[in-house]
């Protein structure tokens, strides 16, 4: 049997699990606990934890008293990295922020140079259509996950099974574009990888057509079940001024009932023309904000995207068609140098306002700053102060209903 | 509910209400203008803008720390404020020295006890770039091990060589 330890290991007299402890020690100490608290690790290899997060729970019995996460297992250091690279070298970094919704994740980087070189607006309109198209087709992968998931934390396992069902033939759609199954690098600065693929359009119109009643039967198994509604309704409560100041956003914010939308509201790309609503939590099956309301909320959103895909797919065929003479990389630069500045570009992501903060100095290819604000950091933020004297088993339905993705969170 | 106001009339207000030495830098004619403003005032201004019913920012969209490095010497944070009734946004600008004399980090007042979204995003840059946040509630490193030695974000950061005795760059 060959030593599979690595070679400089033995450079270190610590003990393995004493150095592990060091890395990331408890908050609580042994004697600020009551004599029937105890704490309990759960994670960072927990399943509903929905990646790698470690949450360290003082509990009493079943009640959660205080519940700390302890981030970082998946830092992969982008910020140090956007700062090394040009920026145009970065947008498959950004893939790999929010893994479920690459496309939004592209967007929201791409407006951000483009505005600051002053080129957008200037797009043709069938690049502009084609992004939202693919960025609607993620926001429903990234919901039916959530929405899967989020069955799948509190026991339902047959809504999983049929999200992930009919997200494989999303994955099969957006590798077709770009030709990676979630990773794409498919929206350019200035433009697209390509144009679609021949037949994409019939073909996404076909899955619209199969989608809508799969979605309906899919909605029947949940919204009203009586097991979930009793698992979600009333639990993790979260007001809307409490979400406000936490910093909350997307399906988190607007299921306390606040109509943000930064498609609406900023009014990006061609969502102007586009008609859709803006669901918010109405409190239908308990009090607004509660963990059923983000669910719905979600859901609804599954509707509106298929109703914006249905208008992009009519202006790609009709209005905008693809032609011989149209090259989606035509404005492209070949050097992506902005002017020296600083700008803050932000988008609605399936989670929430995923904003990145560029300083460039105007002299190089590579940025001085590039900050991301993720979605679901400031999201998670406010887990601690939903789960102060609850039960374990609601925690995790919390936790679902916030819907993090720790390739964000950690970045 | 009364309209947007524009970055001119915020700093109005921030003048009348905290005098001339508040506000020591700002730049209108950018896409996005912001103001630069003392440390000192940090907290009180913070207070203003989110109790104010003229200001009323009571989102706290982002918070990136930035270095400017060692030729400029200067640290520091960047406010992305937003007001959801009013529908303004403001970029706040707070700068101090970036040298670290005798392992004291520079310091700035935490604004956590105002937005809550402050708390993460200050750990977050202590974490990566090393400036302290004067009374916030829990400053401990958030997304590196809590025994990593130095913040990667500064601009004069050199890799260690080990990390618990594994060789970092190969």
């Known amino acids: 049997m060959p030593d599979v330890r690595h070679p400089n290991y033995e450079r270190t007299e610590l003990d393995y699990t004493e150095l592990l402890r060091r890395s990331s020690p408890n908050r609580t100490q042994l004697q600020d606990l009551n004599s029937e608290e105890m704490v309990l690790n759960m994670g960072p290899q927990h399943p509903s934890t929905h990646g790698v997060l470690r949450l360290e729970l003082v509990t009493d019995g079943e009640l959660v008293i205080e519940a700390i996460p302890h981030l970082g297992y998946l830092h992969r250091c982008f910020e140090k990295h956007a700062e090394s690279l040009p920026l145009p070298q970065t947008i498959p970094y950004t893939d790999r922020l929010d893994y479920m919704a690459s496309m939004n994740n592209n967007l929201a980087f791409v407006m951000g140079i483009e505005k600051m070189m002053g080129i957008e607006g200037k797009l043709p309109k069938r690049v502009e259509y084609i992004r939202v198209l693919v960025c609607e087709l993620n926001r429903i992968a990234s919901h039916l996950i959530a929405v899967g998931t989020f069955g799948l934390d509190i026991g339902a396992v047959t809504a999983f099974l049929w999200c992930f069902r009919d997200r494989e033939h999303l994955m099969k759609m957006l590798e077709w574009v770009s030709g990676s199954r979630m990773l794409y690098n498919y929206i350019w600065i200035g433009g697209l990888f390509y144009d679609l693929p021949i037949g994409f359009e019939e073909r996404c119109a076909e899955f619209v057509r199969y989608f809508k009643p799969k979605w309906r039967e899919l909605n029947d198994l949940l919204t009203t079940n009586r097991i979930f509604v009793d698992r979600t309704a009333n639990v993790g409560v979260l007001p809307r001024d409490v979400a406000i100041n936490y910093g909350c956003s997307g399906p988190v914010l607007r299921g306390s009932g606040l109509k943000l939308d930064l498609r609406r509201l900023d009014g990006y790309s061609v969502y102007p023309e586009i008609e859709f609503d803006v669901p918010i939590g109405r409190g239908e099956m308990g009090t607004t904000g509660d963990c059923w309301d983000r669910y719905k909320v979600r859901v609804d959103e599954v509707g509106e995207s298929l109703r914006i895909i249905e208008q992009c797919l009519e202006k790609l065929t009709k209005a905008y068609p693809r032609g011989e003479d149209f090259d989606p990389q035509a404005l492209c630069p070949p050097k992506a140098r902005p002017k020296a500045g600083e700008f803050y570009s932000r988008a609605e992501n399936p989670k929430g306002e995923l904003g990145f903060y560029f300083i460039t100095d105007g002299r190089r290819d590579i940025p001085v700053r590039c900050k991301v604000r993720a979605p679901s950091f400031s999201n998670l933020s406010v887990l601690p102060e939903l789960s102060r004297g609850i039960l374990i088993a609601d925690l995790v339905a919390i936790l679902g209903s916030i819907d993090i993705v720790l390739g964000e969170v950690d970045r | ?170």
Request: net charge negative.
């Open chain 2, 1 to 170: 509910m009364s309209a947007a106001l524009d970055i001119s009339a915020i700093a109005a207000l921030l003048e009348e209400q905290f005098g001339e030495a508040a506000i020591v830098a700002s730049e209108y004619a950018v896409r996005q203008p912001w103001l630069e403003i003392s440390p000192a005032y940090l907290l009180a201004i913070g207070q203003f803008l989110r109790d104010d019913p003229r200001l009323y920012f009571d989102y706290l969209a982002c918070l990136s720390g930035v270095d400017e490095g060692p030729k400029v010497g200067r640290i520091g944070v960047v406010y992305h404020f937003m007001s959801i009734p009013r529908l303004h946004r403001l970029v706040l600008k707070c700068f101090v020295s970036r040298e670290i004399k005798d392992g004291t980090l520079p310091v700035l007042p935490s604004l956590a006890g105002i937005w809550r979204t402050a708390d993460w995003h200050e750990r977050e840059v202590y974490d990566l770039l090393g400036i302290r946040f004067a009374d916030h509630p829990d400053l401990r490193r958030i997304l590196l091990p809590e025994d990593w030695e130095g913040h990667p974000l500064r601009k004069d950061y050199v890799n260690p060589d080990f990390y618990h005795g594994i060789q970092t760059e190969y």
